[in-house]
Nanobody
Framework: QVQLVESGGGLVQTGGSLRLSCAAS????????MGWFRQAPGKEREFVAA???????YYADSVKGRFTISIDNVKNTVYLQMNSLKPEDTAVYYC?????????????????WGQGTQVTVSS
């Protein structure tokens, strides 16, 4: 059973930065797409960023220019660098892995999920 373990969440002020990490229990090359999603209280889970095994990253419009997704294939870890954070970025952030090369921004297309890490941005 694949395990994804997120870390790096916390409380930060508006304009601050955080780096989330997602460690996978097996090779990242096992998956076609690695993604980050988030869910705020009372809202649906939404796409944040993703990267195909080979190819350019994808970002939600709301985070473009502020967030960066990267992958360390040696450590089997996916990162989400978050800069210029805003209160509306407050949510639980989830790492996810997609075994198929489709549905980059669609949560139900992803096969494996981490437990989530809380990010809170104070105003």
């Amino acid at each position: 059973q694949v395990q994804l373990v997120e870390s790096g969440g916390g409380l930060v002020q508006t304009g601050g930065s955080l780096r989330l990490s997602c460690a996978a229990s097996e090779s990242i090359f096992s998956f076609h797409i690695m993604g980050w999603f988030r869910q705020a209280p009372g809202k649906e889970r939404e796409f944040v960023a993703a990267k195909r095994r080979y190819g350019s990253p994808y970002y939600a419009d709301s985070v473009k220019g502020r967030f960066t997704i990267s992958i360390d294939n040696v450590k089997n870890t996916v990162y989400l660098q978050m800069n210029s954070l805003k209160p509306e970025d407050t949510a639980v952030y989830y790492c996810a892995a997609n075994s198929r090369d489709s549905g980059v921004v669609v949560p139900h297309e992803y096969d494996y999920w981490g437990q989530g890490t809380q990010v809170t941005v104070s105003s």
